[in-house]
């Protein structure tokens, strides 16, 4: 079935460091693709998406590029804050299936 | 996107309680999703709530355990059943296909956060 790999974490930046987390999938179909994130306490918010390949979804200074040739969709951001700090899950949809497949999160730590 | 909201935010039950997680959104939505997220792991998807007629489950989740409604177009709720401390978790409700949005994403509600003693 679909799946949907990270790098492990935790990860321990410094402010103003360069930022990746890797995502991998692996999918029968076409799925779209999602990174969302998770700040201490609170519920899951959609980051950014791409639905098809070379699509690269940006928000917030964060970016991922849709790479089919590699099925991967890592999460980077060149500059990061401590209010980065929080849990950050990539994920694809099937269409499908119409339901998401999480990868297991990576954990996020800036200092300033 | 669309206001989702839970009730409750988090409680506290004893073993072999139930539990019914209510998740509201203030439109119309195609479809209503119930995921689990255990401590320290990712979300792993319950079932799909129908409206109008049974959930659809993942494996691994039965009825009996996790009896879900949805009345309408805008509420579902989810019956945590016969608690046990595995049932420990973050439970999630989302939604996609909300009016003037594109459809394949989900938004996801606050959760509610559930210790069985």
């Known amino acids: 079935g679909d799946s949907v790999t990270q790098m492990e974490g935790p990860v321990t930046l410094s402010e103003e460091a360069f930022l990746t987390i890797n995502c991998t999938y692996t999918a029968t179909g076409y799925p779209s693709l999602f990174w969302y994130v998770q700040y201490p306490g609170e519920g899951l918010q959609l980051l950014l998406k791409a639905t098809k390949a070379d699509d690269k979804g940006s928000n917030k200074g964060f970016e991922a590029t849709y790479r089919k040739e590699t099925t991967s969709f890592h999460l980077e951001k060149g500059s990061v804050q401590v209010s980065d700090s929080a849990v950050y899950f990539c994920a694809l949809s099937d269409q499908g299936a119409q339901k998401l497949v999480f990868g297991q999160g990576t954990r996020l730590t800036i200092n300033p | 996107s669309a206001v989702i909201s839970q009730k409750p935010s988090r409680d506290i039950c004893q073993r072999g309680t139930s539990l019914t997680i209510q998740c509201q959104v203030d439109?119309?939505?195609?479809?209503m999703f119930w995921y689990r997220q255990q401590p320290g792991q990712s979300l792993t998807l319950i079932a799909t709530?129908?409206?109008?007629?049974?959930?659809?489950?993942e494996s691994g989740f039965v009825i009996d355990k996790f009896p879900i409604s949805r009345p309408n177009l805008t509420f579902s709720t989810l019956t945590v059943s016969n608690m046990s401390p595995e049932d420990s978790s973050i439970y999630l409700c989302s939604v996609d296909g909300v009016a003037g949005t594109s459809t394949d994403t989900q938004y996801f509600g606050p959760g509610t956060r559930l210790t069985v003693l």
């Open positions: 709530a129908n409206q109008g007629s049974e959930a659809t489950y």
């Open positions: 439109s119309q939505v195609t479809m």
